[in-house]
DNA sequence: CTGTTTCATAGACTATAGTCTGTATATTAA
DNA sequence: TTAATATACAGACTATAGTCTATGAAACAG
């Protein structure tokens, strides 16, 4: 197990790391659409064999960053404090969610993101970068139905797939209206909606 | 004022309506992205410059075609009982949208349209083209508060938007998801939960 | 160690959306 | 009527995402 020697892995492995960066940071300062592949290829010294060997895309890359989001998701998870109860958690998620988003991602990774969602055929993320989400949505409901807030009744899996449009939709508004639309407050209003409407149909069975 | 000789402009016209239905019948018979400007300009034996002097861009032609989605909302009004309360009348007018939107638009131009809808600069027809159906919705409102469904004290325009995300957040998931999403029923559940929030909230006030 | 295979990368090439320029004809001005 | 101008259109050209093929070096087999 000798160090020195590089392993044509770990180097291709750099090779793509010095990709992403590079990318990633010409995106920051141009904008994602401003910044051709051509640059990045260029700008890492590499090339559009090695780009399209590590990436399937312009977009992968940001997907890639995207990803990410499963550390938010995780961190958001551990130090969520546990006597809240579903609507106040739900909330909290969203909140934390959406500033994260915002103010991490940034409005031109979240715009390719949701582009990508739009490509016919590409493996859309939303079944599978977001299952996570799905996780803790589902632990809530669960946790919800025990607690007798919400009904055994209703439908777990759909209700977690509502939850995350109320996200989506205000994701997609933001994108859609841009600058001057409020993320977080619009997010939250409208979930808050959504959550009393959950609740009461609940309590009316 | 001579009918036989034609105008300039009147031949501009035919060029451009001869272009935009080449475009849709190709669309139609390969699918959106399958068809090339090339193979539209050469198939309605036109060209580039007629093209995109006509059409700012590919997408455009079906922005054209949605806007004809202005004729269902004013047939929808005329043709919609008086005596429905409040949510009845929403959800009518969303099971009738999404009806009209799957099967006449389809999939492949609603992608178009919330595709271009993500592009930066643009100028999105939400703001433009759908301010049909935020018509219909403020009305219906108002209604509900003449009638005491909804408190006088909420936010008309803030509630258009918020019914109106349920739309597109329904849609957006069913052109992420695909046809296995059942687009009738998605909308029309969660447009009722959402619904009920928005009642529920309002009584407790 | 030597021949073979695999694989990361280089960069030429292709496909296609969109731009630019030239032209002929309709329109307008005199 | 003639000259000047505007405009609808043709098609060459550009920009750029993504593909394909070649190559050289690493990994591996014997």
Redesign the pocket.
Known sequence: MQKMKK???Q??QE??KHIYLTALKLFETKGFDQ????EIVQKS??????F???FS???DIFLEKFKEIDHFYEEFTATLPANLCFKEKVISLIDAQMKYLKDDLGMDLMRSVYKSGLIENEENFFSNSERELYKILNSFIQKAIKDGELSAQINIQQTVIYISRCMRGSLYDWLVFGKDFDLLQESKGFIAIFLDGLLTKVKSN
Request: glycine share 8%; charged share 30%; net charge positive.
């Open positions: 392993t044509r892995k180097q291709a090779t793509k910044v051709t592949v051509d010294k590499s090339s559009k064999g090695a399209y060997g590590h895309s312009k977009y």
